[in-house]
């Protein structure tokens, strides 16, 4: 059985804390992690910061977590992630080092899509990245084929930058921050790149299309009618394409034929024609079109090994010969409540206690000795402690002291977008843990 691996939302926009209130990230969702980018902030430009967290909320440790962007962004803008606290803002996140002097274990980790076709037994990469910051000699990288969910890991041996012309031409183009990837292994799977969802006529000019229209459903949800009129070429009718759904697909004349690419990437961006009596003269078909969405390859922010901890058991707030025996009957921590606080349980007499928390007040009140406690949290408890632990005598006013961990590493999304970028639309990206157990 395999690991419950979350990303949760840190509890303010401007980061902070895990708490068990916070929602799941849906990474793939539009701005659901990213925000939507409005027409203002689009021309002036802008640098983001969302915090995260891996949550691990199975009772088995996952170990050597690595956390990596399985998806880039389908705009100008650009992503990178870091390794974040059990609490920081994005006031500290903005000072971390970048760049490749950064020292080790500090840096921020970005992905390329791959620009050239990677076969068996391959060592050099090509690839488009977003950033020019993002690989280090000596990282973890893992290949991830998107099409089948296969990854495997391997070592950067070199990292070089802006092959530009000088290399492959990839699916957008030689990229201003094309990289050549060299690793110190051999892929043992083949990596294809993303491709456009493409529709090929059939039809040949002169076309006779006057009084004709075409119906296209694009991405499943935006439905567009383009109506011809005189047109008889294939230049003529892709320019008459092009202006009606611009924002979306574009039409190409080729050898007297029609081509239609959609403007984006990956296999949710589709299309289709459902009507028109124009089908037949231009030689298209009613099937779905779809991208590939290719592979990418990412370098690995290591998180290591997540599980939640009961930090330290602290009884000196304890006068007499009160005791919690936690070596014999260890306070239990849940994977799913228990979070990176302190916590304080506070003697109102012999038998009678109540638990605070340092970020969320009172949790508990009335417990007793006698009983096993486990202050509910969310759809979890804080932890669990108990009964068979206390011996010996308490007096009013003494304290025990409970630091617990969450099973959770906070991490950082930076996202940047120059000024007067290309729109973006849907704002989203992807980013996938990858572990043992």
Same mark, same amino acid.
């Given at each position: ?166 290399? %492959?031409?990839? %699916? ?76 979306? !697909? ?28 124009? !089908? ?49 009957? %260890? ?94 639309? %849907? ?11």
């Amino acid at each position: 059985m395999g690991l419950l691996i979350k990303f949760k939302h840190a509890n303010t926009s401007e980061g902070g804390v895990l708490s068990i209130a916070n929602t799941d990230i849906q990474t793939g969702i539009p701005y659901d992690f990213l925000p939507e980018i409005d027409d203002e902030t689009r021309l002036a430009g802008w640098i983001i910061g969302k915090k995260g967290f891996v949550k691990n909320e199975s009772d088995d440790m996952a170990s050597g977590v690595y956390l990596i962007i399985s998806r880039l962004t389908e705009g100008e803008d650009r992503i990178l992630i870091h390794s974040g606290t059990e609490d920081d803002v994005w006031d500290d996140a903005e000072e971390y080092p970048t760049g490749p002097t950064g020292p080790e274990g500090d840096e921020w980790y970005g992905a390329g899509d791959v620009a050239e076709a990677i076969e068996i037994g391959d060592s050099e990469f090509y690839i488009e990245s977003e950033y020019e910051e993002g690989f280090h000699d000596g990282d973890v990288i893992f290949l991830l084929n998107r099409v089948t969910n296969t990854w495997e890991r391997l070592t950067l041996d070199s990292v070089e930058w802006d092959w530009g012309a000088s290399g %492959p031409t990839g %699916p957008t183009g030689p990229g201003f921050y094309g990289a050549k990837l060299t690793a110190t292994g051999v892929t043992e799977n083949a990596y294809p790149v993303k491709e456009k969802a493409t529709m090929q006529g059939t039809g040949t000019e002169a076309f006779s299309l006057s009084g004709k229209y075409l119906t296209l459903l694009i991405d499943g949800k935006y439905t567009a009618t383009v109506e011809f009129t005189t047109e008889t070429t294939a230049a003529e009718v892709a320019e008459t394409m092009n202006t009606a759904l611009g924002d979306y !697909l574009e039409a190409t004349a080729s050898a007297g034929k029609v081509r239609i690419d959609h403007l984006l990437y990956y296999y949710h961006h589709y299309f289709k024609i459902t009507a028109g009596d124009a !089908l037949t003269e231009l030689g298209f078909d009613t099937n779905e079109h779809r991208g590939c969405d290719g592979s990418i390859i990412a370098a690995g922010l290591l998180l290591g090994d997540i599980k939640p901890e009961i930090v330290s058991v602290d009884t000196s707030g304890v006068v007499g010969d009160g005791e919690y025996d936690n070596s014999n009957y %260890p306070i239990l921590p849940d994977p799913v409540g228990t979070v990176d606080d302190v916590l304080t349980l506070t003697f109102e007499d012999d038998e009678t206690y109540s638990i605070s928390s340092v970020n969320h007040g009172t949790i508990a009140t009335d417990c007793k000795t006698s009983e096993d406690v486990s202050p509910a949290h969310g759809s979890g408890v804080y932890c669990t402690i108990y009964s068979a632990g206390f011996s010996g005598t308490f007096a009013e006013g003494d304290t025990i002291v409970v630091t617990t961990a969450a099973s959770a590493e906070g991490f950082w999304l930076e996202n940047i977008g120059e000024a007067d970028c290309e729109r973006i639309s %849907p704002n989203r990206c992807g980013l996938k843990a990858i572990y043992r157990f």
